[in-house]
């Protein structure tokens, strides 16, 4: 389960997304409105823990803007107002809760929980995208009766996909999701797991492809109707 933090308290993003971690969720944190609209644009993440009060891009700008787009990941609002009228401008806006600071941890967890129930496609052991499936407990592909295993980055880069089959994502962002800002891969990198994907679900004769983006990246297209 994929969290995303954006939280301009640094000491109290990092301790939130510690006790996220502890409880399983893979967490990513940012720390102003603007990289948090970069990153909740993906549309790979399963919940998003969104304060208002936040530096370059306020949270309900945030919020507005990814609704504009189409994604609509659960979002929970934080802040540090118990204002009636700035709860209803968040639900207004599109936030799907809302908690207001201080809060017990046990409270944050058991609203996530809620939050993320209510999401579309994902399956308890994996993802789907039409008939083709993504089993996060063998990484396996298959569609229909064919199958086929994964290697981890490959699994990791048709999780990024299936998440959100309707965005298209980026080089960089597989880059900086799976091998890490610091590392040393490369564009070539992608496009060699890309190319071994492609020929994967060519062999389990699926109707899902995933299509070039030329310039902008990739996203997964299906020839059904």
């Known amino acids: 389960m ?3 933090i954006v939280e301009d308290e640094v000491q109290l993003a990092d301790a939130l997304a510690e006790i996220l971690q502890r409880n399983k969720y893979h967490v990513d944190t940012v720390y102003n409105g603007e990289d948090g609209l970069h990153y909740a644009s993906t549309g790979i993440y399963d919940c998003i823990v969104l304060d208002i009060m936040l530096p370059i891009l306020d949270g309900i700008s945030v919020l507005r803007m990814l609704r ?3 994604i609509s990941t659960p979002v929970l609002l934080l802040t540090a107002k118990s204002d009636v009228a700035d709860k209803i401008n968040g639900l207004d806006s599109g936030a799907d809760d809302y908690l207001t600071k201080p809060f017990v941890t046990g409270e944050l967890l058991a609203r996530i929980r809620a939050l993320t129930r209510r999401t579309g496609e994902v399956a308890v052991d994996g993802l789907q995208f039409h008939n083709l499936r993504l089993d996060s407990q063998n990484y ?9 295993k994964l290697s981890l980055k490959e699994y990791q880069i048709m999780e990024i996909f299936m998440s959100n089959p309707k965005q298209i994502v980026s080089k960089e962002f597989f880059i900086e999701k799976i091998w890490g800002y610091e590392s040393d891969a490369e564009y070539n990198n992608v496009e060699v797991y890309i190319s071994f994907l492609r020929k994967k679900l060519t062999h389990i004769e699926s109707t899902v492809s995933i299509k070039t983006v030329r310039g902008v990246g990739y996203c997964l297209e299906s020839k059904q109707h």
């Open 2 to 4: 994929n969290l995303l």
């Open 140 to 148: 396996t592909l298959s569609y229909g009766q064919e199958q086929i």
């Open 68 to 70: 504009k787009q189409k």
